[in-house]
């Protein structure tokens, strides 16, 4: 059982390249989302879905897409990067009957 | 969804005091979750308070909530070193609704 993973954990790109971030989730959730992280700031929720086919904006959905083909992942893609996209991102997951939140271990990215 | 503030944004102790750090929210909730996050690690979910709660125990951890105040508070006893870390609240409706994060604390105890 491995929970939440994340790839790559770490990724270079430049400006303008796309990259598409995985991630993956064992515990047959329903509920996927995705988060940035910058220094000194909060998460900020970027796309969530609830179900498969099921997807929706968090607060910083623009450079972003996502889609949500099965239950078990939840891909994140970036389609032109822009140094302002340099960022950890992370996965989380939660089960319908549960308001806990299972996070992924991080993808450092850096857009040069 | 809504987003918890946590206060103060800092705070640093030596090992064995006790830390404590705050969460206010502005409308009503379900329950409300605290979360940890190590450097550079996802977080990890440490405890949750529903509304009807009050208060909370899980092991050194203590948490109180005050709806009527929309506040909660996070008390972590005889800390640790390896209690370092950034520490978050979550205000939640429950369902599928998304989890929003503040800032958070960071916590910093000195051996």
């Known amino acids: 059982n491995a929970g939440v993973t994340q790839t790559p954990k770490f990724q270079v790109l430049k400006t303008g390249q796309s990259m598409t971030l995985q991630c993956a989730q064992d515990m047959n959730h329903e509920y996927m989302s995705w988060y940035r992280q910058d220094p000194g700031m909060g998460l900020r929720l970027i796309h969530y879905?609830?179900?498969?086919?099921?997807?929706d904006q968090g607060e910083v959905p623009n450079g972003y897409n996502v889609s949500r083909s099965t239950t078990e992942d939840f891909p994140l893609r970036l389609l032109s990067a822009a140094p302002s996209q340099t960022s950890v991102y992370f996965c989380?997951?939660?089960?319908?009957?549960?308001?806990?939140?299972?996070f992924g271990p991080g993808t450092r990215l850096t857009v040069l | 969804s809504q987003q918890g503030e946590e206060d103060p944004q800092a705070l640093s102790i030596q090992e064995g005091e006790n830390a404590t750090m705050n969460c206010s929210y502005k409308?009503?909730?379900?329950?409300l979750q605290w979360y940890r996050q190590n450097s550079g690690r996802g977080l990890v979910h440490l405890i949750l308070i529903r509304s009807n709660e009050r208060e909370k125990h899980s092991g050194r951890l203590r948490v109180t909530l005050d709806t009527s105040k929309k506040s909660s508070s996070l008390l972590i006893t005889a800390s640790r070193a390896a209690d370092t870390a950034s520490y978050f609240c979550a205000p939640g409706q429950g369902g599928s609704e998304k989890l929003v994060f503040g800032k958070g604390t960071k916590l910093t105890v000195n051996p």
């Open positions: 879905s609830v179900g498969a086919g099921i997807t």
């Open positions: 409308t009503s909730i379900n329950n």
């Open positions: 989380a997951t939660r089960g319908h009957s549960t308001d806990t939140q299972y």
